[in-house]
């Protein structure tokens, strides 16, 4: 069993940057591939990014890439997710979730957070 739970999120300007957290607990973590997704009123939670057990592969929709990095520290039972050059569009709430291997699929995920909500003004 693992519980997630996400901090960093807040209002931030276009153009801003925020870090996302996801603090895991129990001793399993770094057993599993993490995913961080997204869901805007009215939309489908869609994945933004994702990274391997051992943190050196990683994974990021077309829509984030070259702006969002994700990493993790296996010692802290910790991911995170670097968010730069924040447009008004990556509003939503940010959830990460816990694997076996990295997919964009939902339902490939066992466990989730209860979500941290960003914010961009225009």
């Known amino acids: 069993q693992v519980q997630l739970v996400e901090s960093g999120g807040g209002l931030v300007q276009a153009g801003g940057s925020l870090r996302l957290s996801c603090a895991a607990s129990g001793r399993t973590f770094s057993s599993y591939a993490m995913g961080w997704f997204r869901q805007a009123p009215g939309k489908e939670r869609e994945f933004v990014a994702g990274i391997s057990v051992s943190g050196r592969s990683t994974y990021y929709a077309d829509s984030v890439k070259g702006r969002f990095t994700c990493s993790r520290d296996n010692a802290k039972n910790t991911v995170y997710l670097q968010m730069n050059s924040l447009k008004p569009e990556d509003t939503a709430v940010y959830y990460c979730?816990?694997?076996?291997?990295?997919?964009?699929?939902?339902?490939?995920?066992?466990?989730w957070g209860q979500g941290t909500q960003v914010t961009v003004s225009s």
């Open positions: 979730a816990a694997t076996n291997r990295v997919s964009d699929d939902v339902r490939r995920y066992y466990y």
